[in-house]
């Protein structure tokens, strides 16, 4: 069996005092002792960010079995295909989250109304890839890999 591990379970683990330190930990050791764990570019070049230096990085990624899978054409197409779906239905408003009421931003000089959806197309690549490479996915956002990519358990 092959695990696909998303970029919020290791930040969980890399960066001090999280939130989700335990569960992360918990859920990536129970996945490791019964899968392969893969991770896509993206959350490889994600990752990357949380390291000084190359030697260090490939360091932890062979020292925690985690193997680099690259995407296809396929899965790319996919991730591009599910992308634009979301961005159909994006709704066109936006809301404080602090009062909660509705909000417009409008560039200064020429009017332009901006709409900036919250998911952004990385987030399709990698749910693209655990679909098309892995038989599960240890992800901390369930809903939104449910909603998208059926066919593959999200744990």
């Known amino acids: ?24 930990i918990r859920k990536l050791e129970k996945a490791s002792k019964e899968n392969q764990i893969i991770i896509c570019e993206i959350v490889y070049t994600e990752l990357a960010s949380q390291f000084e230096n190359q030697s260090d990085f490939k ?16 899965s790319l197409f996919n991730a591009g295909k599910l992308w634009m779906e979301y961005l159909r239905q994006y709704p066109r408003r936006r809301y404080c989250p602090e009062c909660g009421k509705q909000i417009e931003i409008f560039c200064p000089g ?29 992800t901390r956002d369930r809903g939104f890999y449910r909603k998208y990519f059926s066919g593959i358990t999200i744990m």
Not at 1 to 14: E, K, P, Q, R, S
Request: hydrophobic share 40%.
């Open 110 to 138: 020429c009017n332009y109304k901006f709409n900036t959806p919250r998911r952004i197309l990385n987030d399709f690549i990698i749910g693209s890839h655990a679909k098309y490479f892995a038989d599960s996915f240890l």
């Open 59 to 74: 360091t932890f990624l062979f020292d925690t079995h985690i193997e680099i899978v690259w995407n296809n054409q396929e």
């Open 1 to 24: 069996m092959i695990t696909a591990v998303d970029t919020n379970i290791f930040l969980d683990i890399l960066i001090p005092n999280q939130p989700y330190i335990r569960s992360s």
